[in-house]
């Protein structure tokens, strides 16, 4: 998967820094800072021009380190050939894992990073500790730098809403969210038509259609207990945002006192609260991973599941050709809603680092530059069935019904999409207290008013604690 997941905190990472772990000089990391030249310094370093605007060392050598997860990895082996085609005389290293903390760590210690590192999946390292301690080099020649596809268009303007915002740590843009992930209800189109179903915009519409769809012998919902109970928190947050307005979301990412007491937030858990005690989940769905719910899903055993835009590509060879996964906006919580029905929770996912004692910092500038040209967006588009971060990319006919769902939702919500942070920014707190409350509500042994009370205390203790690091929106 490519939801966020934990790593280190700034704790864990100072305590192991103690004994060599990520043990590097603040001259090595500001070895990789802007100058006034155009590029990073770096040992790699060629000439700058108009058709070199980031200083490539046209021979020097690249390694890429790809996330193997939802979305494959083939796309990369793809915008490799793009660095080989421009970079002849240069020798690329792909590695694909699922392991990134474990077999990147050393490689931070030994002072020897890959140039290119996807940190993502369930063992990626803690952004905001990769932040905070320096390992990131500024993406900032790279957003200056024109597309490979319009000298006269910086690569700052192709990208799409909240991709900067999301990278930006500190005033820095350390990281670049290659997929444009969506968060949306996913269904199955044939089945809602055989029942004759549409897809609810309000909290009683959809606790009506769960009774309907109970009655019909189908479970409403299913999700993964055993490590993904959280994405039925996009439901829930998803649902207090859209009846509140983005500024619901800032407040729980700036750990504002009583951020969690807002009476939407409320609501929202109160609404998964309802559809536990109602048997709206598949039962056993807390001992599940999110594979097994998700098979169970496209198996017709369930009616919803909530899930980010990879989902489609995951279930490859899994689902029925004829299942038809469709998306749709999670709905307010009434028809009063600050948001429109369309509003639709985004986040840009997958994480593209290019880490600041990287033996070829230009070279892993340019190969993000490669990354975000049409070529390799629509190809990325066309290989995972998701939609890349980067404006005009297109599948075009090899495009899915889900991602032709994905994008036609995108397009209805317009500028009215929203995200929060918090599950990025501070990922122990989002594992240990969100997670794991929100396990316990789904599964009946708390309820709404535990879990509001008890996030709310943690959300406070982590605001008061100077160990870790503080971001604001």
């Known amino acids: ?232 928190f996009d439901l829930s947050l998803g649902m207090a945002v859209k009846q509140g307005g983005p500024e619901v979301a800032k407040k729980i990412d700036n750990l504002e006192p009583g951020a969690w007491q807002q009476d939407v937030v409320v609501a929202g858990v109160q609404a998964i609260e309802e559809m536990v005690r109602k048997g709206y989940f598949m039962p056993g769905s807390e001992g599940l991973k999110h594979t097994e719910a998700q098979t169970a899903w496209v198996q017709g055993k369930a009616a919803f599941y909530v899930s980010g835009s990879w989902l489609e590509n995951e279930m490859k060879g899994i689902a029925p050709p004829d299942f038809t996964m469709t998306a749709a906006p999670v709905p307010a919580l009434d028809s009063g809603s600050a948001l429109p029905a369309t509003a639709l929770r985004t986040q840009p996912t997958e994480a593209f680092i290019v880490p600041a004692r990287a033996k070829n910092v230009n070279g892993g500038l340019e190969y993000l530059r490669l990354m975000m040209s049409k070529e390799g967006a629509s190809k990325f588009a066309e290989l995972t069935a998701s939609v890349p971060s980067v404006k005009g990319a297109d599948a075009g006919a090899a495009a899915t019904p889900a991602l032709q769902s994905v994008t036609a939702a995108l397009d209805a919500a317009g500028s009215d999409v929203f995200s929060w942070q918090i599950n990025t920014w501070y990922v122990n707190f989002w594992k240990s207290v969100l997670q794991q409350q929100l396990g316990n509500l789904l599964a009946g042994r708390i309820d709404a008013n535990t879990f509001i009370s008890t996030v709310q205390s943690e959300s406070d203790k982590l605001a008061a604690d100077q160990n870790v690091p503080k971001f604001k929106r």
């Not at 490689?107 to 369930?122: K, Q």
């Not at 993406?139 to 690569?155: Q, S």
């Open 1 to 232: 998967m490519n939801r966020p997941r934990p790593g280190l905190d700034r704790r864990q990472f100072l305590r192991h820094a103690a004994v060599g772990l990520f043990a590097v000089s603040s001259a090595g990391v500001l070895s990789a800072c802007a100058t006034s030249g155009g590029g990073p310094t770096t040992a790699a370093q060629g000439d700058v021009s108009a058709q070199n605007p980031l200083g490539v060392a046209a021979d020097a050598g690249l390694d890429v380190v790809i996330f193997k997860g939802g979305y494959g990895d083939e796309y990369a082996l793809f915008h490799e050939e793009l660095y080989k085609k421009a970079y002849p005389q240069a020798q690329v290293e792909h590695t694909a894992t699922t392991q990134i903390a474990q077999e990147m760590q050393p490689r931070f210690v030994a002072g020897n990073p890959p140039d290119v590192l996807d940190n993502s999946g369930a063992q990626k390292i803690d952004y905001a500790t990769l932040a905070a301690e320096g390992q990131c080099a500024d993406l900032a020649p790279l957003l200056d730098a024109p597309t490979l596809d319009d000298p006269n268009v910086k690569i700052r303007d192709i990208l799409l809403p909240g991709v900067l915002e999301q990278g930006t740590y500190d005033g820095k843009f350390l990281m670049l969210n290659y997929v444009y992930a969506a968060f949306p209800m996913w269904y199955s189109k044939p089945l809602f038509e055989q029942h004759g179903w549409q897809p609810p915009t309000t909290l009683d519409e959809m606790m009506a259609l769960c009774e309907q769809i109970k009655t019909a012998g189908i479970s409403p919902w299913a999700y993964g207990g055993t490590n993904a109970a959280d994405y039925v």
